[in-house]
């Protein structure tokens, strides 16, 4: 199996089945694009040129048969696409809790961030505060302009970053994270 299928791969098992049918169409979609594989990656043609470990680089084919150039990563059989490898890990983090309960979203921000005192980027922030609260990017944007947060520069400790959102969007949840903090 080749790099880019083993990349794709989002599970393994064993089954067997019978039947019959009949069927008649036109398929959809795009197979090949100047020659290149096109894979339907959440529904995202896509074509891969390269991958390592659970990230690719490649390129997301548009309706207009122009391409976009764009990393895909991939964790937990879960795949997420970003203009840039941050953009990507950021989507895949988000997607990879949406499913979560409140708890299990606390439990992880504690386990991400053991030292309440440290100082982490704004921008690490930024992608928990949707994680632990379902916010916006919008919201969250417009929070960090009203705040003059610079998400690419700015450090804040758990504490600062408790005491900043704990009376905003979603600030209940980010309020149970007082305890630890004390």
């Not at 199996?1 to 083993?6: A, F, P, V």
């Given at each position: 199996?080749?790099?880019?299928?083993?990349f794709l791969k989002v599970g393994s098992g064993y089954g067997d089945g019978s039947g019959d049918g009949y069927g008649y169409g036109y398929g959809y979609g795009i197979n090949t694009f100047c020659g290149k594989k096109?894979?339907?990656i959440d529904n995202v043609q896509t074509i891969i040129e390269s991958v390592r470990g659970n990230i690719a680089k490649g390129y997301i084919l548009q309706s207009d048969l122009t391409l976009t150039p764009c990393h895909v990563v991939k964790e937990n059989g879960k795949f997420a696409h970003g203009n840039t490898l941050r953009e990507a890990f950021e989507a895949l983090h988000e997607k990879l809790y949406d499913d979560s309960t409140e708890e299990e979203r606390l439990q992880k921000f504690r386990e991400h961030f053991t030292d309440f005192s440290a100082k982490y980027p704004a921008r690490e922030l930024f992608t928990w505060h949707h994680v632990l609260t379902g916010s916006c990017k919008?919201?969250?944007e417009s929070f960090c302009r009203d705040n003059g947060i610079d998400i690419d520069k700015d450090t804040f400790t758990i504490h600062e970053f408790i005491n900043l959102t704990k009376n905003s969007y979603g600030g209940e949840t980010i309020k149970k994270l007082i305890d630890k903090a004390e």
């Open positions: 199996m080749g790099e880019i299928e083993e096109v894979y339907a919008a919201g969250r």
